[in-house]
């Protein structure tokens, strides 16, 4: 059986959850589609999505194209299994994590507000991951919409590679309708011929000598090209009204790669999204890549081996039913996985596919509440952070305090109302601030050897740590042979390096850096006469896992960190007559532009901003240029913070204070 794994992406509100409904009703799921005016759409199953009208958590239906082969009369051409995504910019993480496990994705725009700030992100990102992607232009039906102005946008602004494939008649009236051109239409064939030949020398040479490919061999090009996300075709109707649907949905396998995947391969297969149902009992979601995944099977997860799978439930013709395997290509629900976080593989196949290169959350907000429900907080959020590993929670216990880590500011919304529907708990939040991270400044080394100078613990560390590029994470290696002390110490200074190092010497994580271990020593199992084992002369993990920090914190101080803030890429579209006093005035914001692209109507400002100056630039944007101005940006790294560093307050024991983190561990480490 061949597999589509089929992402609805948009901006919020081009009307990518109605079309999810108009195609689900139009295959024979629903009887009719929902409304998300109504709040009565199956794929947004949140009350809160359902009262705002916007898509939070993806969603996944199931259901079978038919085919038209005659020889298997009624039999399906291929498996959909569609995932309903979010379209606000806030919830882009869980947007990035459903297009991990997609094989193609149909990209909503409106007809009438056309190409917007995040279609323009959601397209770049589609293409970053090399997704074939169709364009569906929706609402050709509302006031307004202009199909041939939003197609032009398409082409300047997300790809000149694109074919127009239906004709719209009657556009921003209730009847528009669109309808697929012949497969030998004219017009269509040589549409689709010119971004054809962009790609294939063969066809532009015979194009160019008069002996261009016949309609079928162009249709056939085109096709699969799309199919390797090269070139993408574009389709126009109305979720609403259903116009045009039959037409995408009779596209999907010319246009997208519907494959049939190897069931018999070695499992590979991945954790891609966790939830709990109404009684509060753990849904994993787990796609199937390689080979097959069966009831009482034990598998290895995230490199532990033994996990024994207890149940499985497929996705399937709109329900999700009991079954006893799942395989490759599906997405499944899976029970026995209940150690699982979001990201896990399961198996020994590869999932390098599965890395989505998911943007960091840069935004932090303590979370406030009744003293008395602190323990029921942290719990129900606990709860939250285990579906959506981007909320980050940290604990003050000093304080009082709970922070969470965040998105964007729709995120407070969707948290406080998580809380009150499945907690009973009442939460606000306190004013927003950027999360920074500390970078190294050079390299640094430090050493504490087995009870010499001042160091009460059985064991000797020695670290070196250097900078390491952007992005690249934590790397640590043994400088040292690998046998010179049991393994389960190296792990347990592993874990401890990883550990110390989320707060730095200013508070803040220290990302990306090289740990080389280049000093080890700890004192073998000891006994007094007669007498069992000694924790007092013998080294244990504790020993290394309480002097790990110390030697990092020390390292750190002699290579010093510097303090970065997060900044934004940004795409400033202004008329062009007033690029000059936009110019002057973004740099008020410390935007600092680096180029400046003229076309026929607009111009587009790119360049970086800090992310605390920018929804100050996003609000002040319409009086400079007179309400016409659009601004879209995305995550772009960091730069080093002017002026003093800010702090973050230090959670646990302190290593940078010796004197008193020893006092308070050394006694406790030793047993005595």
Not at 201 to 216: E, F, H, M, Q, S
Not at 218 to 246: D, K, Y
Request: hydrophobic share 40%; aromatic share 4%.
């Amino acid at each position: 059986m061949r597999i589509l794994n089929l992402g609805i992406v948009a901006h919020v509100d081009a009307g990518k959850t109605s079309l999810t409904e108009r195609i689900l009703a139009e295959v024979g799921v629903l009887d009719h589609p929902g409304s998300v005016d109504d709040g009565t759409t199956v794929t947004d199953s949140l009350d809160l999505e359902r009262r705002r009208g916007i898509t939070i958590r993806s969603s996944v239906v199931s259901f079978d194209v038919p085919g038209d082969d005659d020889d298997h009369v009624g039999a399906p051409a291929f498996t959909v299994n569609l995932i309903d995504t979010p379209g606000h910019s806030d919830f882009i993480a869980e947007v990035e994590r459903a297009l991990a496990v997609l094989d193609g994705a149909v990209l909503v725009v409106s007809a009438v507000e056309g190409v917007q700030a995040q279609t323009v992100v959601l397209m770049r990102t589609l293409q970053r991951l090399g997704l074939p992607v169709i364009l569906f232009v929706n609402k050709i039906d509302r006031g307004g919409a202009h199909p041939e102005r939003v197609v032009s946008d398409i082409r300047r602004r997300l790809s000149e590679r694109v074919a127009l494939l239906t004709s719209v008649a009657d556009a921003g009236t209730p009847g528009a309708s669109a309808t697929a051109a012949a497969r030998n239409d004219a017009a269509s064939v040589e549409g689709m011929l010119e971004v054809v030949a962009e790609c294939d020398d063969r066809v532009l040479d015979a194009w160019a000598n008069g002996a261009p490919p016949t309609p079928a061999r162009v249709r056939q090009r085109f096709g699969e090209l799309s199919r390797r996300g090269r070139v993408h075709g574009i389709l126009a109707g109305s979720a609403r009204t259903g116009a045009g649907v039959p037409e995408l949905l009779a596209h999907l396998g010319e246009l997208l790669p519907a494959v049939e995947h190897d069931a018999d391969a070695e499992l590979s297969a991945s954790v891609f999204k966790i939830e709990r149902d109404d009684r509060g009992d753990r849904q994993v979601f787990v796609h199937v890549r390689a080979g097959t995944l069966r009831v009482r099977d034990r598998v290895m997860v995230a490199g532990r081996e033994g996990v024994k799978i207890t149940g499985i439930r497929s996705f399937d013709g709109g329900t999700v039913v009991e079954t006893d395997a799942a395989v490759a290509g599906r997405i499944a629900l899976v029970r026995g996985l209940d150690n699982a976080k979001i990201g896990a593989t399961i198996g020994t196949g590869s999932n390098a596919a599965d890395a989505a290169g998911l943007a960091r959350p840069m935004l932090q907000s303590v979370v406030e509440f009744a003293p008395e429900h602190a323990g029921a907080v942290f719990s129900a959020l606990s709860d939250l952070a285990e579906q959506d590993p981007f909320i980050d929670l940290r604990q003050d216990d000093a304080r009082g305090e709970i922070t969470v880590m965040l998105t964007g500011e729709v995120q407070k919304e969707v948290i406080q109302a998580m809380l009150a529907e499945r907690h009973g708990l009442e939460v606000g939040f306190r004013e927003s601030t950027v999360v920074c991270i500390e970078r190294l400044a050079g390299a640094g080394e430090a050493v504490e050897f087995n009870k010499t100078g001042g160091n009460p613990f059985l064991a000797t560390v020695g670290l070196r740590l250097e900078p390491a590029p952007p992005g690249s994470g934590v790397a640590f290696h043994l400088g040292i042979e690998p046998g010179a002390m049991p393994p389960a110490f190296f792990a347990a200074t592993e874990q401890a390096v990883r550990t110390t190092l989320e707060q730095g010497l200013y508070g803040w994580e220290v990302p990306d850096c090289i740990v080389t271990m280049t000093h080890s020593g700890y004192s073998p199992r000891q006994s007094h006469a007669h007498q069992r084992f000694s924790k007092a002369m013998s080294s244990t993990g504790a020993d290394f896992r309480a002097l790990t920090p110390l030697v990092v914190m020390d390292a750190l101080a002699r290579a010093g960190t510097v303090v970065c803030e997060p900044m934004h890429r940004f795409e400033l579209e202004v008329p062009i007559d007033v690029v000059g006093s936009v110019l002057s005035a973004i740099t008020r914001f410390e935007a600092v532009p680096t180029t400046t692209d003229e076309h026929r109507f607009a111009a587009v400002i790119s360049g970086r901003v800090p992310l605390r100056r920018l929804d100050r630039l996003r609000a002040v944007l319409p009086g400079l240029t007179r309400g016409e101005g659009a601004l879209r940006s995305e995550p772009g790294g960091d730069q080093p913070v002017h002026g003093r560093p800010p702090e973050r307050a230090r959670l646990g024991e302190n290593p940078l204070d010796r004197e008193q983190y020893l006092r308070r561990i050394a006694q406790t480490v030793n047993g005595v």
